[in-house]
């Protein structure tokens, strides 16, 4: 069975950082697309940031600047260096692999990211 587990989430004052990683098992992590979406109460979830298997990287605007997404495939781990954090950071995050030439996504079980003012 295929697992996302996430770690890093808590709460931390507007200006501070946060990193959060995800580590994966029983999939060949090097072949997937490893993003992080986050979800705010009443809203829908949203991208944050993605990591190709070439290493591209691809940020949401409000985002861009502030938040660095990484990869290490020796350790089947993502993780997301959050800076300069907001209090509209504020969300679940969730960590997401997918591949789209198998039609494979899987999902973490978020982590709670709190951004006090």
């Known amino acids: 069975q295929v697992q996302l587990v996430e770690s890093g989430g808590g709460l931390v004052q507007a200006g501070g950082s946060l990193r959060v990683s995800c580590t994966a098992s029983r999939i060949t992590f090097s072949t997937y697309t490893m993003g992080w979406y986050r979800q705010a109460p009443g809203k829908q979830r949203e991208m944050v940031a993605l990591i190709t298997r070439n290493d591209r990287t691809n940020y949401a605007d409000s985002v861009k600047g502030r938040f660095t997404i990484s990869r290490d495939n020796a350790k089947n781990t993502v993780s997301l260096q959050m800076n300069s954090l907001k209090p509209e950071d504020t969300a679940v995050y969730y960590c997401?692999?997918?591949?789209?030439?198998?039609?494979?996504?899987?999902w973490g079980q978020g982590t709670q990211v709190t951004v006090s003012s």
């Open positions: 997401n692999a997918m591949r789209v030439d198998a039609q494979l996504q899987f």
